[in-house]
């Protein structure tokens, strides 16, 4: 483990207690000015570190920032995020970053996760607001065994994994809406952008890129997206930590995802049928060509949404934007 994060541990371990150079020094076997410059490093980082002479070093608040080291701390999942967590302060995209790493090789359950993104990709081409330590912008690697058919029972159980994050740490009224957003009251909290590489008729990898709005005051929502979009700080008024979020969404989706691998798709569609109660509901999907409209009888057991129309016929449909009829959102 590098100097700085063994020292990271022994200063949390301490738990706000004074420990002295010495003492450090000794733990890490490095000098004292090795531990003072790490000490400085982690300062840099965000850490309140206090220091004295007499007493040595004490931490009295943890770093805002998603460091991996904060969001291992307590991180209760068996792959997603304990090999790899690649961190970067400022990125183009951590889907763009996410994909390059996963052609270089990287494990399965390897996490890319950005305080800011310069070119968030939202669904369709569009872009992603991505404000600097505001929000989570975050991409994971997997490398199912199945079809790429099946690849979209992958993506509404992303979306479930980020509802349930959200039902866990709120009392706010989530849904999604489909496939993969997430809303609260009718707005946009977060979205999930879906890419896939396939080589032959096999996988290779899936990037599930996670964005979700956090602790953007409602009034710095950029005028487009104001009357469509929310965050969790205007919902609820506070500030809420980034680090134990984006640990609960990687625990539901390891859980979600071994849960699919043991048991297939129909209890993840239960789950987010569940959450999304759009079934019976009259809605007109905008595909990439044709704008469908109908009411929604099923999501099939490949994860298609299943729409009739008033002619009676049905359709399967893949991907779109959704809105119900008969309501705002
Ligand atoms: C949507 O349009 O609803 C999908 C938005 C997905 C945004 C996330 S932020 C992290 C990851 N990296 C990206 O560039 N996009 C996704």
Redesign the pocket.
């Known amino acids: 483990m590098p100097t700085k994060d063994a020292l990271l541990e022994q200063l949390k371990e301490a738990k706000e207690s004074w420990i002295s150079g010495e003492t450090l020094a000794a733990g890490l076997m490095v000098s004292r000015s090795a531990v003072w410059k790490q000490v400085r490093a982690l300062q840099d980082e965000g850490y309140l570190i206090e220091s004295s002479t007499k007493k040595g070093y004490r931490l009295r608040k943890r770093s805002e920032l998603l460091l991996p080291a904060e969001i291992r701390d307590g991180l209760r999942t068996a792959l997603f995020g304990q090999e790899r967590i690649d961190y970067f302060p400022r990125i183009d995209?951590?889907?763009?970053r996410a994909r390059m790493i996963a052609a270089e090789g990287a494990p399965e359950g390897s996490v890319v996760v950005a305080e800011e993104?310069l070119?968030?990709?939202?669904?369709r081409g569009?872009v992603?607001f991505?404000p600097a330590g505001e929000g989570i912008?975050?991409?994971v690697i997997l490398r199912p065994r199945i079809p790429p058919y099946d690849a979209p029972q992958l993506v509404l159980a992303s979306a479930v994994a980020a509802a349930e994050t959200l039902l866990g740490h709120t009392a706010l009224p989530v849904a999604i809406k489909w496939p993969n957003?997430i809303l609260v009251s009718g707005r946009k909290i977060a979205?999930?952008?879906t890419e896939m590489s396939v080589d032959m008729d096999r996988i290779d990898y899936v990037i599930i890129?996670?964005?979700l709005n956090v602790n953007t005051p409602a009034e710095n929502l950029p005028p487009e997206i104001a009357g469509i979009a929310t965050s969790l700080r205007a919902e609820t008024g506070q500030t809420i930590s980034r680090a134990a979020l984006l640990r609960t969404y990687l625990e539901k989706l390891e859980g979600l995802y071994a849960l699919f691998q043991e048991r297939n798709f129909e209890p993840i569609r239960e789950r987010w049928l569940d959450l999304a109660k759009i079934i019976g509901r009259q809605v007109k999907i905008a595909g990439v060509e044709t704008t469908y409209e109908g009411e929604v009888v099923d999501i099939d057991p490949n994860g298609f949404l299943i729409l009739k129309s008033a002619d009676g016929t049905t359709q399967r449909i893949l991907a779109g934007d959704v809105s119900l009829i008969g309501d705002c959102s």
């Open positions: 995209s951590t889907n763009i993104q070119q968030g990709k939202g669904r569009r992603w991505s912008y975050c991409s957003d979205g999930i952008l890129g996670l964005g």
